[in-house]
């Protein structure tokens, strides 16, 4: 059985709001930023939010911001209570938006999970792929490799970087919670390769940091309906869902066409809410005042009583099966075309990279 789509508060997919977000900042579009930020935090998604920042991090600005990386690790231990992970979830947006960015870990994770390697590097040694910059096939070699294959491998990528008089050192056990070893591993390796690159470069820019604005957030905090409001939520529907996850393009590049099948559990409220209470947080706290979910697979909702379950559809009835077609493309972006698309992300988004994929590779990942 396919999973259950995981909704948030707007009824959006969670999967395509942290694609969406993952975009916004790329564009260094500041209100889109903060308004998925918005849409992920207020779903109850506090974690995930952090989480998909730090991937973000990782696969677009490590590379090139190294000592970003120690300034947030300590922002993060400090921040212990709702409030301050919320303000901590502005602090990286508001940085990561002023900052330069690359698509070099981003593609390669990619290319190492999705392409075959080249066959004639592939009979390479490592120390032959550091020394040619196979960035490609180090990065296959390490992804298919055995746990003590792993190790030897990282032993010999830090012993060309020291004798190279690089700082850069692959961790042999991944200590950031948020992403996962393979994204470390590419991430050390391209800011070692960067490093030799700027070694001859003696001046070094002081980093700065912007202080964060939290009331950016609160801009998009939740609208729901009052009973005495003359508005019915499908109303308030039209007006929240103001932006479109596909924006730049992030969605047709990253996920396959939603199915009808799902897309009939969005347009049916009857379907849609007992999905939304079990996988979302804040659906599930809604639902809970007005009854319960059976312990289904797929679950069914038990009102309290008949009056419950009408002031529940007074208070979140989005009647998604007659919002405009308008507002249904907009929130599941459908038959999208994916040709090119990643020639043309590389080609905005690589200006200050060091790994340039060729037109096949980036060919292949947008089939």
Known sequence: MAPLPVFTRYLYLKNDVIMALRASILNKDKESSYFWAAELLFSGFLDDTIQSLWQI?????????ITFETYLKKKEISALSPKQKQ??????????LKRNSTTDVYILNKVSSEIYADEDEAKLT????????????LCHRWACASDKERKDIINVVNTFFGSKNIKTKIEKKNTNKHVNSKTIFITRLVQGFINIKNSGDS????????????????????EERNLDDTRFPY?????????????????????????DTQMDIWRNGYKWIPIAAKTTPVWFERLEKYGKLTNDETPLVIWNSDDDEEEFYEKYWYD??????????RVIPRDMEKSSLFKTFQEKHNTNGIYNPCNEVLTCLSE
């Not at 303000?87 to 990561?96: A, K, T």
């Not at 490592?126 to 096939?137: A, G, M, P, R």
């Not at 001046?203 to 939740?222: A, C, F, M, N, W």
């Open 57 to 65: 991090y990782f696969d677009h600005y490590a590379s090139s911001n």
């Open 87 to 96: 303000d901590f979830v502005c602090l990286i947006i508001s940085n990561l």
């Open 126 to 137: 490592i120390n032959e792929l550091l020394n040619q910059e196979k960035l490609e096939t």
């Open 203 to 222: 001046t070094k820019k002081k980093q700065q940091y912007v202080v964060p604005d939290s009331s950016l957030l609160e801009q998009h905090k939740t």
């Open 235 to 259: 109303k308030i529907y039209k007006d929240v869902v103001k932006l479109s996850p596909n924006q730049y393009n992030m969605v047709s590049m990253n996920r396959q066409n939603i199915t």
């Open 320 to 329: 998604t099966e007659e919002q405009p077609l308008e507002i249904q493309k």
